[in-house]
């Protein structure tokens, strides 16, 4: 099917504007769209010449490009950090974004990024929203050491966030204002809600069809806990795309994934020999900073190897086994 026409979306919240254009550069229709999900499918079906779209990447774009689509004959979503026509532009307005990114496309120089495919974004969705609630778990148990050392209370610091202990130690805490016992409660109660609503979407997504069998693959890889293992499942979604161990941990990185790979760097030596062999021998070399990069790097070159080949992990010629060294549950 010939493309007849070059389509730039420039999205933002409320409005979408448009610029079609001919394969010779003129200007064929322009407009705005009601950032509505039935008013672009209304509008889009009503086109009667295949068409070529682009946009560039917004937190909006996900669901513009799910509803255009299906009417598209190609629709792709331009990497914003690449798209200097538009970000460096002196004079700047909807209409000529939309213009700038239907040029592009056209002559073939959109910079255009991997799109996941839906059922793929709505789990990653998820899985980012448990990072979040698990960041403010984190902020609150702060608040709580923060709130009794403003009080000169003693506490054991291990222990604070054990169940007993905390209620033994309100019960013991003298010379501290109500008012900050009182806050201590409601912080300790948000704990427990987020610590609930995290586990619950864990549990829901390692349930999920789609992600079962993959991430059972990944844990076969010793110090690979369940996080790390949805996160890269999520974040990389098609593993045949990466043909190097650079892209993952890459400048242009995917800072989610990026953070649970050095995370997972840091404790994966404990639970694996081979992990923990190369970060000896990095850290000897003075810089126990390189020595956790170089972990994550082999990391990901274990966790590309066993998501691309779809088999359980297996190490070359491994060394006689050692008692009481286990994989990560």
Not at 42 to 62: D, I, V, Y
Not at 214 to 219: C, G, H, K, S, T
Request: glycine share 6%.
């Amino acid at each position: 099917m010939t493309i007849k026409h070059y389509i730039g979306f420039d999205v933002h919240k409320k409005t979408i504007s448009y610029c079609v254009k001919a394969a010779d550069g003129n200007i064929h229709e322009e407009g705005i769209l009601r950032a509505i999900p039935m008013v672009l499918r209304e509008w889009a079906g009503k086109r009667q010449e295949p068409w070529h779209g682009a946009m560039e990447a917004t937190l909006f774009s996900g669901w513009v490009y799910d509803a255009l689509k299906p009417f598209a004959s190609a629709l792709e979503i331009g990497n914003p950090s690449m798209m200097k026509a538009i970000s460096a532009a002196k004079k700047k307005n909807d209409k000529l974004d939309a213009r700038k990114i239907a040029d592009l496309v056209r002559c073939n120089l959109l910079p255009a990024c991997y799109v996941a495919p839906q059922e793929m974004r709505e789990l990653r969705r998820l899985l980012r929203y448990r990072n979040v609630v698990v960041a403010q778990a984190v902020r609150m148990k702060n608040k709580m050491s923060g709130l009794l050392m403003e009080v000169g209370a003693e506490y054991s610091k291990q222990r604070l966030h054990s169940k007993k202990y905390f209620s033994e130690l309100l019960d013991q805490l003298e010379e501290v204002p109500e008012s900050v016992k009182d806050l201590l409660r409601l912080s300790r109660g948000s704990v427990e809600m987020f610590e609930t609503m995290q586990r619950q979407l864990l549990n829901r997504l390692q349930k999920d069809p789609l992600l079962v069998k993959r991430v059972q693959l990944l844990r076969s890889i010793g110090g690979v806990g369940e996080v790390t293992a949805l996160t890269w499942a999520l974040e990389i979604c098609d593993p045949q795309r990466f043909h190097c161990i650079a892209g993952p941990i890459s400048k242009q990185r995917n800072a989610h994934l990026q953070t649970v790979l050095i995370e997972a760097a840091k404790l994966a030596p404990r639970w694996n020999r081979q992990l923990a062999e190369l970060h000896e021998r990095e850290r000897k070399r003075g810089n126990r900073n390189r020595a956790t990069l170089a972990v994550a790097r082999k990391l990901v070159a274990y966790l590309l190897a066993v998501d691309k080949s779809g088999q359980a992990f297996q190490v070359r010629n491994p060394p006689p086994a050692e008692p009481g060294v286990d994989k990560v549950a």
